[in-house]
């Protein structure tokens, strides 16, 4: 397995090593404001032996917002407390991107600004309940976006780009996975619409591709990378005709020459991570969520056979800060505390031991 643990050139940028701390959502950015906390930066600079650590999801306007005390990138205020941040992992040694994520109808109102409420593709209603700051509530009927409205969110994925360089981020990765917005533009049971924007496979995947065109425009390809999530259903999600969506959408965002692809592999997939790798020639990233089967060293396969150039890992980077130093000597692993996973203090946060 060395070769996950040799350096590797992520367009143009020297990692220490092919492992990466996936995003995870852990609520604890201060409030008012979504801002960056000394915490946040204890936290991530923890994890700073990764390759690359790509940081929770980060909204990119206020109506992005779809879970309390989470982070923001559209205000100078949360410019500047950024900073601590990145300063902390580069200071550690490390490598950190920005994830872009505007959580779409995944959200309520009372976690808006007053007049403000959750938006998407189309005015479709997800099943579930989500937190606030008044506790659980049901999902809300989402407002249809306009044209006009659909062209602000790309510019604002784009400013918020800008701004995470501005605060001393080395990249972004735009979130069109697990449900949010940019995935249900993509899926077809959230995107009813029939103009440009809906209606067709070259319809569905037009935001994505337009996001992606402005960020990497603004910022620069190599600094820029894409997450998706093919079938995953999670909050809502289906996606009929998976395999020409992707096949289309995997090619146009290759034709964009960004520095990753970062897939989601899971069971429902028939093979299409086989398929998108002769699709994307540059930097493939794969997550696996495979079942039952338990995370670890075994996942550096992946690396080690040339099905993916690097692997991320989520809760195992919760609980293993030092988790690249475990996967060479294949544990132990502490085990996360679920019970700590979103919103809190240091418990569960920055307190779990290294080896050494």
């Given at each position: 397995?060395d070769?996950?643990?040799?350096?590797?050139?992520?367009?143009?940028?020297?990692?220490?090593?092919?492992?990466v701390?996936?995003?995870m959502?852990?609520?604890r950015a201060?409030?008012?404001?979504?801002?960056?906390?000394?915490?946040?930066?204890?936290y991530?600079?923890?994890?700073a032996?990764?390759g690359?650590?790509?940081s929770?999801?980060?909204?990119?306007s206020?109506?992005?917002?779809?879970?309390?005390?989470?982070?923001g990138?559209?205000?100078?205020?949360q410019v500047?407390?950024?900073?601590?941040v990145?300063?902390?992992?580069?200071?550690?040694?490390?490598?950190?991107?920005?994830?872009?994520m505007?959580?779409g109808?995944?959200?309520?109102?009372d976690?808006?600004?007053a007049?403000?409420?959750?938006?998407?593709?189309?005015?479709?209603?997800?099943?579930?309940?989500?937190?606030?700051p008044?506790?659980?509530?049901?999902?809300?009927?989402?407002?249809?976006?306009?044209?006009?409205?659909?062209?602000?969110?790309?510019?604002d994925?784009?400013?918020?780009?800008?701004?995470?360089?501005e605060?001393g981020?080395?990249g972004?990765?735009?979130?069109?996975?697990?449900g949010y917005?940019?995935?249900?533009?993509?899926?077809?049971?959230?995107n009813?619409?029939?103009d440009?924007?809906?209606g067709?496979?070259?319809?569905?995947?037009?935001?994505?591709?337009?996001?992606?065109?402005?960020v990497s425009?603004?910022?620069?390809?190599?600094?820029?990378?894409f997450?998706?999530?093919?079938?995953?259903?999670?909050?809502?999600?289906?996606?009929?005709?998976?395999?020409?969506?992707?096949?289309?959408?995997?090619?146009?965002?290759?034709?964009l020459?960004?520095?990753?692809l970062h897939?989601?592999?899971?069971?429902?997939?028939n093979?299409?991570?086989?398929?998108a790798?002769t699709?994307?020639?540059?930097?493939?990233?794969?997550?696996?969520?495979?079942?039952?089967?338990?995370?670890?060293?075994?996942d550096?396969?992946?690396i080690?056979?040339?099905?993916?150039?690097?692997?991320?890992?989520?809760?195992?980077?919760?609980a293993?800060?030092?988790?690249?130093?475990?996967?060479?000597?294949d544990?132990?692993?502490?085990?996360?505390d679920a019970?700590t996973?979103?919103?809190?203090?240091?418990?569960?946060?920055?307190?779990?031991?290294t080896?050494?």
């Amino acid at each position: 397995m060395d070769k996950a643990f040799s350096p590797y050139d992520l367009a143009g940028k020297t990692l220490q090593n092919r492992i990466v701390m996936a995003p995870m959502t852990r609520s604890r950015a201060g409030n008012p404001g979504g801002v960056a906390t000394d915490l946040m930066a204890t936290y991530y600079a923890q994890r700073a032996t990764a390759g690359l650590i790509i940081s929770e999801g980060t909204q990119p306007s206020v109506v992005g917002q779809g879970y309390p005390s989470t982070p923001g990138l559209h205000s100078a205020e949360q410019v500047e407390s950024w900073k601590k941040v990145t300063s902390a992992v580069h200071a550690a040694g490390g490598v950190i991107f920005a994830q872009l994520m505007h959580t779409g109808r995944i959200g309520h109102k009372d976690l808006l600004p007053a007049g403000q409420v959750p938006v998407a593709p189309s005015a479709v209603i997800a099943e579930g309940q989500v937190y606030t700051p008044t506790g659980p509530q049901d999902f809300e009927t989402p407002q249809a976006m306009t044209e006009e409205e659909i062209l602000q969110t790309i510019e604002d994925f784009a400013s918020a780009a800008a701004h995470a360089i501005e605060a001393g981020f080395d990249g972004v990765e735009i979130h069109g996975a697990n449900g949010y917005l940019v995935h249900q533009f993509i899926s077809t049971n959230v995107n009813l619409r029939t103009d440009q924007w809906g209606g067709s496979v070259d319809g569905r995947i037009k935001f994505a591709v337009e996001v992606a065109k402005a960020v990497s425009a603004r910022i620069g390809a190599a600094k820029t990378g894409f997450r998706i999530s093919p079938t995953n259903p999670f909050n809502g999600i289906t996606e009929e005709g998976f395999e020409a969506t992707y096949e289309a959408l995997i090619k146009e965002l290759a034709a964009l020459d960004l520095a990753y692809l970062h897939f989601m592999e899971n069971q429902m997939q028939n093979g299409l991570l086989a398929r998108a790798r002769t699709w994307w020639k540059n930097t493939l990233m794969v997550n696996t969520i495979l079942g039952e089967k338990t995370k670890g060293k075994s996942d550096l396969e992946y690396i080690e056979s040339g099905i993916a150039d690097m692997v991320s890992f989520g809760q195992l980077f919760i609980a293993n800060p030092d988790l690249v130093a475990r996967l060479k000597s294949d544990g132990p692993f502490n085990t996360a505390d679920a019970s700590t996973f979103y919103g809190g203090d240091a418990k569960g946060y920055t307190d779990y031991p290294t080896l050494s």
